[in-house]
């Protein structure tokens, strides 16, 4: 069956940067894009950004110009680059797999196992 392993949390002060890192270890079918979510205690899991194999990519608006989606083919890993991290930013960050079409994505059920970002001072 077929993973994604996620990597690069931490705790970091506000203002801070984080990179995260998703590898899937194989094709998961019936998809053409990676997406990353976040879930903070008590809120419901969230979309951060999207983006297909061929780059296209998707992002809630309230994170563009913070946070950049981008993927290194050879390497099979997409990243999740973070910068001026905020407190509200505090959540377990999710990879997963999904369709991503026409600036909508639609996440299938496969997901990694979560990296804890902590943003605090």
């Known amino acids: 069956q077929v993973q994604l392993v996620e990597s690069g949390g931490g705790l970091v002060q506000p203002g801070g940067s984080l990179r995260l890192s998703c590898a899937p270890s194989g094709t998961i079918a019936s998809t053409n894009a990676v997406g990353w979510y976040r879930q903070a205690p008590g809120k419901e899991r969230e979309l951060v950004a999207a983006i297909t194999s061929g780059g296209s990519t998707k992002y809630a608006e309230s994170l563009k110009g913070r946070f950049t989606i981008s993927r290194d083919n050879a390497k099979n890993t997409v990243y999740l680059q973070m910068n001026n991290l905020k407190p509200e930013d505090t959540a377990v960050y999710l990879c997963?797999?999904?369709?991503?079409?026409?600036?909508?994505?639609?996440?299938?059920?496969?997901w990694g196992q979560g990296t804890q970002v902590t943003v605090s001072s």
């Open positions: 997963n797999a999904g369709r991503l079409y026409f600036n909508s994505y639609a996440p299938v059920p496969v």
